[in-house]
Nanobody, 124 residues
Framework: QVQLVESGGGSVQAGGPLRLSCAAS????????MGWFRQAPGKEREFVGRILWSGSSTYYTDSVKGRFTISRDNAKNTVYLQMNSLKPEDTAVYYCAARPGALIRVGPQEYNYWGQGTQVTVSS
């Protein structure tokens, strides 16, 4: 069993930064990729990006490239999502998720474990 806990959400004005954290516990040795997703009201859950647990390879959806950065601290079993130049359309509940394997997977159904989510609200 793997537990994921997100933190760091909140309200911010457009153009501002925010950093989310995702702490993992349990069978972290089996995790190969950590992903970030988001879900706005009335919309489907959307892939944001992912990072390999054992390396520095990252992959982002086009809408956040150049603004969002995923990083990890293996000593703390924590993954971060640094969000800069936030826009109102970034408003959503943000989730971290985990899956074994090194391939790029963007579908929520490809991820085995999920956190509870943290709200990010960007005002104009």
């Amino acid at each position: 069993q793997v537990q994921l806990v997100e933190s760091g959400g909140g309200s911010v004005q457009a153009g501002g930064p925010l950093r989310l954290s995702c702490a993992a516990s349990g069978r972290t040795f089996s995790l190969y990729a950590m992903g970030w997703f988001r879900q706005a009201p009335g919309k489907e859950r959307e892939f944001v990006g992912r990072i390999l647990w054992s390396g520095s390879s990252t992959y982002y959806t086009d809408s956040v490239k150049g603004r969002f950065t995923i990083s990890r601290d293996n000593a703390k079993n924590t993954v971060y999502l640094q969000m800069n130049s936030l826009k109102p359309e970034d408003t959503a509940v943000y989730y971290c998720a985990a899956r074994p394997g090194a391939l790029i997977r963007v579908g929520p159904q490809e991820y085995n474990y999920w956190g509870q989510g943290t709200q990010v609200t960007v005002s104009s």
